[in-house]
């Protein structure tokens, strides 16, 4: 089934520092997906590697890894029921969330506020004025629903909350569907890098927020 269903309330909500594990079985599902469609995006090997999981560790301690929950609710509640911010502060995003039957993680995303080594790699060095979204991905029986749609607004309503004039990010060249995707969504190609010694070509792609 496909088109966002009635009552569907996402809510996102910070990671906690042993919850990576979760995060990674979403990439590691959508690395499936996309391989038996022929789409080399996020090789097993790499996900698997102590270098992903350094990353998502050190996001998770920084506040920047977060999961989107889906909540069967009235249709007309809103679905950003918590005024957004960045990792760190007051408000915005559930941080000590109570355990709840209705709710489960369908998606993940990383937001980071400033440049990582990695991606100063991609951008050179920026000025401070961007947050950098990072491996989103959504449980497949969850997909055709609007719900990553939903999760890319909410990190820009995030990223514009703690100051940001932009949402920045990097995606496989080779994957024509998330060109596409990203693109509609408002996003504008700034250039290409690449990684792994010029294995992965990626596009960087940005967004003005207003």
Known sequence: MTGKMPGDVLEVVRA????????????????????SRGIDQWPMPWLES??????MLERAARGELYF????????????FPSPPALA???GGVRGDRKPDAEMFP?????????LTPRDRSLWGDRPD??????????????SGRGLGNQM??????????????????DCWKENPWLVRWYEGMGFTLRGEGSVDQGRWILSLYEKELS
């Open 16 to 35: 906690r520092s042993g919850e990576t594990g979760e995060a990674m079985g979403i990439l590691m599902e959508a690395s499936r997906w996309l391989a």
């Open 50 to 55: 102590k270098g992903m999981r350094d990353w």
């Open 68 to 79: 989107a929950f889906l909540k069967r609710e009235a249709p007309f509640l809103n679905i």
């Open 88 to 90: 760190g502060g007051e």
């Open 106 to 114: 369908v998606g993940t995303f990383t937001l980071v506020p400033s």
């Open 129 to 142: 004025d961007g947050a950098y979204l990072h491996s989103l991905a959504i449980r497949r029986e969850f």
């Open 152 to 169: 890319v607004r909410r990190a820009e309503e995030m990223a514009l909350a703690a100051g940001k004039r932009f949402l920045r990010l």
